[in-house]
């Protein structure tokens, strides 16, 4: 019987694209098969209703072998794209324009406008960063139509492409951030010997980072 379901699993799967996921997802489908169907026979289900059940529980694999093409981006998600680049370009912006007023500063250089340039690349900073976690929180989340196997590899590639959406965003904005606090301490106090070393705090902020979303997901 367990000829009969790889023989089973070959037959789905040949039409399938000839790609290393592809591959992978066959021999998980085939080894979950497998497993299924030697738990059901251990429950004292025959050898012949465990196999239709087991089969059964794959679902359609139509969308997910589009998907594996490259062809199964949904509306939503495209939709999704379309403001997630949006609202991206718009912050990138806006961290790019935040040094402005420091710039103006320079020029100017009145007393006290040190500091409201400052206050000002900070609140610009700070709106760029918000529209970039907005952006990420926002991003739909997979939903699964079923319990079938084809449905959890869906959610699970999908899950493992995304990552964490927040720790990706505020990931990005923690170096943006570094650079423009670098460029900025190095100009106003003139600190180029020792500002590099900004970066490395920013390296130990991403790890302290890293390590509180580890902790989250426990």
């Known amino acids: 019987m367990v000829q009969r379901i790889r023989a089973y699993v070959e037959e789905l799967f040949k039409d399938a694209p000839a790609t290393r996921q592809a591959h992978d997802l066959k021999e998980e489908v085939c080894s979950n098969l497998i497993d299924k169907y030697v738990d059901l026979t251990g429950d004292g289900l025959s050898e012949e209703e465990a196999y239709n059940i087991a089969v059964a529980s ?4 139509d969308a997910l072998f589009a998907e594996l093409r490259g062809g199964g981006q949904t509306a939503e998600g495209m939709k999704y794209r379309r403001r997630s ?3 991206i370009s718009i912050a990138v912006g806006m ?17 006290g406008d040190e500091i409201k340039a400052l206050v000002a690349m900070f609140v610009i900073c700070a709106v760029a960063t918000v529209l970039l976690v907005y952006n990420a929180l926002s991003k739909p989340k ?12 869906r959610e699970w590639k999908q899950t493992k ?5 927040l720790y990706n965003a505020l990931s990005g904005v923690l170096w943006t951030l570094v650079v423009i606090v ?27 980072m890293h390590a ?7």
């Open 161 to 165: 492409k995304q990552g964490d959406p």
């Open 142 to 153: 997979y939903q699964k139509l079923d319990d079938t196997m084809v449905e959890e590899f």
């Open 182 to 208: 670098y460029f900025v301490v190095s100009f106003l106090f003139t600190a180029w010997p020792y500002s590099w070393l900004i970066f490395l705090v920013g390296v130990a902020l991403q790890q302290i």
């Open 95 to 111: 961290y790019i324009l935040s040094v402005v007023p420091i710039l103006l500063v320079g020029e100017s250089g009145a007393e």
């Open 85 to 87: 680049a949006l609202r």
């Open 58 to 61: 794959i679902g359609d694999t």
């Open 212 to 218: 509180v979303f580890l902790l989250r997901k426990r």
